[in-house]
């Protein structure tokens, strides 16, 4: 009896120790918390993560996100290994996107702001730097060498007659303003637009480019302030001689004759010959309001102006400058070398009576018989 009761206590005993082995080996039991004790929970997440334990799910939770900072890192070396295939230290990929035309986001507030780059910016680029430059540059040594060949070949256009010494009153004290207001205004603009196009072809090899950057921040001041008083002034300029610039019928002559430029004749005209019109309305009144027009569009680019509408006006800017400044090659040759007495006209606002009757005799007969000038 003893020996089987032994037996069966050692059993039992053994039994006992193996469970007590097991509750040592199983995990803590956590306490539940009680719904809404969160900082609880959130203790017992933590000190479970620090043994190195997890609650039911964390272990998926935890493998997610290793998955996905795993995909990410793969997406990031893809993208490294496309940099390197365009070029070492070149992110393609990215200037790809952003000359793409596609709107980021900037804290920049305004028009085209999510624009990084605006590859129509190239073509406005290429436009400019080819046949704006090559052209226009053209143009004007054209019209400098015709002038030159003329002088050549002309020299000056004197009176005929001796002068009577009687003068006789062309241009009041308010036109004389406005011509002039008009030319030292154009004459500033044009140095400084010419020179913002065209200097750094010049002025860069022989003086280097520190002296072209002073120059050309020193212009562009020039040029933006400049700007709107040439505005005003043509405006002026129109108002003060656009009846005495109307189509008449001696004009017809006079383009029949081509101005008596080559024979030397003097074709009677009115207060202004056709040549003059068609500087003043197609040189002063058209060209000049469109270049003061497209550059106050430049001026002032804080207006809602899209980049595009800036690049047209740039554009429209320099080649009806560039015309303007051709026409304008021709006026200023004639006013002041050209033609015996025609500065002095401007100047003093006086004519002789014998260049009155050379140049523009049908004038000259309306003053005489006492006709008001229409200005």
């Given at each position: 009896?003893?020996?089987?009761?032994?037996?069966?206590?050692?059993?039992?005993?053994?039994?006992?120790?193996?469970?007590?082995?097991?509750?040592?080996a199983?995990?803590?039991?956590?306490?539940?918390?009680?719904?809404?004790?969160?900082?609880?929970?959130?203790?017992?997440?933590?000190?479970?993560?620090?043994?190195?334990?997890?609650?039911p799910?964390?272990?998926?939770?935890?493998?997610?996100?290793?998955?996905q900072?795993?995909?990410?890192g793969?997406?990031?070396?893809?993208?490294?290994?496309?940099?390197?295939?365009?070029?070492?230290?070149?992110?393609?990929p990215?200037w790809?996107?952003?000359?793409?035309?596609?709107?980021?986001?900037?804290?920049v507030?305004?028009?085209?702001?999510?624009?990084?780059?605006?590859?129509?910016?190239?073509?406005?680029?290429?436009?400019?730097?080819g046949?704006?430059?090559?052209?226009?540059?053209?143009?004007?040594l054209?019209?400098?060498?015709?002038?030159?060949?003329?002088?050549?070949v002309k020299?000056?256009i004197?009176?005929?007659?001796?002068?009577?010494?009687?003068?006789?009153?062309?241009?009041s004290?308010?036109?004389?303003?406005?011509?002039?207001?008009?030319?030292?205004?154009?004459?500033?603009?044009?140095?400084?637009?010419?020179?913002?196009l065209?200097?750094?072809?010049?002025?860069?090899?022989?003086?280097?480019?520190?002296?072209?950057g002073?120059?050309?921040?020193?212009?562009k001041?020039?040029?933006?302030?400049?700007?709107?008083?040439?505005?005003?002034?043509?405006?002026?300029?129109i108002l003060?001689?656009?009846?005495?610039?109307?189509?008449?019928?001696?004009?017809?002559?006079?383009?029949?004759?081509?101005?008596?430029?080559?024979s030397?004749?003097?074709?009677p005209?009115g207060?202004?010959?056709?040549?003059?019109?068609?500087?003043?309305?197609?040189?002063?009144?058209?060209?000049?309001?469109i270049v003061a027009?497209?550059?106050?569009?430049?001026?002032?680019?804080?207006?809602?102006?899209?980049r595009?509408?800036?690049?047209?006006?740039?554009?429209i800017?320099?080649?009806?400058?560039?015309?303007?400044?051709?026409?304008?090659?021709?006026?200023?040759?004639?006013g002041?070398?050209?033609?015996?007495?025609?500065?002095?006209?401007?100047?003093?606002g006086?004519v002789?009576?014998t260049?009155?009757k050379?140049?523009?005799?049908?004038?000259?007969?309306?003053?005489?018989?006492?006709k008001?000038?229409?200005?």
């Amino acid at each position: 009896m003893s020996m089987s009761f032994m037996r069966r206590d050692g059993r039992g005993l053994l039994l006992a120790l193996a469970l007590w082995l097991l509750a040592l080996a199983a995990p803590p039991v956590l306490a539940q918390a009680e719904p809404g004790d969160e900082p609880v929970q959130r203790q017992l997440r933590e000190q479970t993560r620090q043994r190195g334990e997890f609650q039911p799910g964390e272990e998926i939770r935890e493998s997610e996100q290793v998955r996905q900072r795993e995909q990410v890192g793969q997406r990031e070396q893809t993208r490294q290994r496309e940099r390197e295939r365009a070029g070492p230290l070149n992110d393609a990929p990215m200037w790809r996107q952003a000359r793409s035309g596609e709107a980021f986001f900037t804290t920049v507030r305004g028009p085209e702001t999510g624009v990084l780059i605006q590859s129509e910016g190239n073509t406005w680029r290429q436009l400019r730097n080819g046949p704006i430059k090559q052209y226009g540059s053209a143009l004007l040594l054209v019209v400098l060498l015709a002038l030159a060949v003329f002088y050549a070949v002309k020299g000056i256009i004197r009176l005929h007659a001796a002068p009577t010494g009687r003068r006789i009153q062309r241009f009041s004290v308010f036109e004389r303003v406005v011509h002039w207001g008009t030319a030292i205004t154009f004459v500033l603009l044009a140095v400084t637009g010419l020179a913002i196009l065209f200097a750094k072809h010049f002025v860069a090899p022989l003086l280097g480019h520190d002296a072209l950057g002073v120059l050309l921040v020193v212009g562009k001041n020039i040029h933006n302030y400049i700007g709107p008083v040439f505005l005003v002034f043509t405006v002026l300029m129109i108002l003060a001689f656009a009846r005495d610039n109307l189509w008449e019928a001696s004009d017809r002559v006079w383009i029949r004759k081509g101005g008596g430029f080559i024979s030397g004749e003097h074709v009677p005209s009115g207060r202004f010959n056709f040549g003059e019109k068609a500087w003043f309305w197609g040189g002063v009144a058209f060209l000049g309001l469109i270049v003061a027009g497209s550059g106050l569009v430049l001026d002032f680019p804080n207006f809602g102006q899209l980049r595009v509408t800036m690049q047209w006006a740039n554009v429209i800017h320099a080649t009806a400058s560039i015309l303007l400044i051709a026409m304008s090659f021709a006026h200023i040759y004639l006013g002041t070398i050209g033609l015996e007495g025609a500065y002095g006209a401007m100047r003093t606002g006086y004519v002789d009576e014998t260049w009155a009757k050379e140049h523009h005799a049908l004038w000259y007969e309306d003053v005489k018989a006492g006709k008001p000038r229409h200005s």
